[in-house]
């Protein structure tokens, strides 16, 4: 196993050597490219490059980057892959301008790139000290196991699209074995098909916890107005299910495993 930092070179040098298929996924995640724009245009963006730069060396294996549903922004309706990128954050700008330079790297280079876009990935985390307790299912948990309450900031009535991590794996298994000019070049939307309402999630971990306990689990929210209406974006995986991808509703398991996770 090499360890390196992906914006210096010389730190990652042959590390794609002997590869078939690269796939990478390290950048600063929204809060730490947030609190440092600059850090996270060098580790996110420039990062990329230089594992771009690598596998080029290593002889051109596919290289399949990790984007981010967030690059899409603030849009309506069904939402595709061509749908026009109106990033909102540094986070999602690092992401799109990562993309750009897998695209530069396929036209200009010949080297194979797929990308694709992940929507709200969840799965329990493999370990406690893995900090990504921000995301809103392990949010979610961690609250109910530690306070006793979910206290919602909004009525959770916006709805988001919740995809299974390992459904990611799924995805990337099926852009590996598929023909290399199919998929290079392209951009494939990687989430579940159908969105949640983030109260209608947080009702769920009631359901878990109360399952799991045998105690209640309130929720604090505002009371949504009667005039507040929130679309719900979908987001279209046609492309990827034309290359068999089979997306799993895991969502109440997950809940669970990581309610004893943080047990443990």
Request: charged content about 25%; overall charge neutral.
């Amino acid at each position: 196993m090499l360890y390196g930092d992906v914006a210096e070179r010389p730190s990652i040098a042959g590390v794609c050597s002997g590869a078939d298929v690269v796939v990478h996924l390290a950048s600063l995640n929204e809060h730490d490219s947030a609190a440092d724009p600059r850090r996270a245009l060098l580790v996110n963006s420039y990062g990329t490059r230089n594992m771009l730069e690598e596998a080029l060396c290593a002889g051109s294996p596919l290289f399949i980057y990790v984007s981010t549903f967030h690059v899409y922004g603030d849009h309506d309706g069904r939402i595709g892959e061509d749908a026009y990128p109106r990033p909102m954050a540094d986070y999602a700008s690092t992401h799109l301008f990562s993309e750009f330079y897998g695209l530069q790297f396929a036209r200009a280079k010949g080297l194979p790139v797929s990308i694709v876009r992940l929507s709200n990935g969840y799965a329990a985390p493999v370990a406690k000290e893995i900090d990504r307790w921000s995301l809103l299912v392990n949010d979610l948990c961690k609250a109910a196991h530690e306070r006793g309450v979910l206290v919602l900031k909004t009525p959770g009535l916006h709805k988001r699209d919740f995809v299974w991590i390992p459904d990611l794996a799924q995805a990337v298994t099926l852009l590996a074995a598929a023909p290399r000019d199919a998929v290079t070049r392209q951009v494939f939307n990687v989430a579940y098909g159908e969105s949640r309402a983030i109260y209608d999630v947080a009702l769920m971990v009631r359901d878990v916890y109360r399952g799991l306990y045998g105690k209640e689990l309130p929720i604090e929210r505002p009371q949504p107005r009667s005039v507040e209406k929130y679309s719900a974006p979908e987001v279209s995986i046609d492309k990827l299910r034309a290359l068999g991808y089979r997306p799993h509703d895991m969502l109440r398991e997950e809940i669970r495993r990581t309610l004893l996770l943080l047990e443990s």
